[in-house]
């Protein structure tokens, strides 16, 4: 798994209060990577999960992964 980018893309995420005391978090640069949960801490957790999966199913499938923070994804252990 690619840690470094991962954890640039963690950087970015924002989160929000939203009903019931839930939380939402995605990443702007990221359209369609998001996640809730019932705490902060769920939700980030729920996330990177979500971005792990994300990655994983794009690079597969070819797709161009957005740069994070500058660099590349092949500049971030892939």
């Given amino acids: 798994m690619p840690t470094g980018y991962i ?3 963690m950087r970015h ?3 929000e209060l939203i009903g019931n005391g839930r939380h939402r ?4 640069p990221l359209p369609g990577v998001w996640a ?3 705490t902060l801490e ?4 729920t996330l990177r999960a979500v971005l792990e ?3 994983l199913v794009d690079l597969r499938r070819g ?3 957005p740069v994070i923070e500058g660099l590349p ?6």
């Fill in 53 to 55: 999966d994300w990655l």
């Fill in 42 to 45: 769920q939700c980030r957790d």
């Fill in 13 to 15: 995420a924002h989160y």
């Fill in 36 to 38: 809730e949960g019932e």
């Fill in 63 to 65: 797709h161009r992964i």
């Fill in 73 to 78: 994804i092949s500049f971030c252990g892939l």
């Fill in 7 to 9: 954890e640039q893309a």
């Fill in 25 to 28: 978090g995605e990443f702007p």
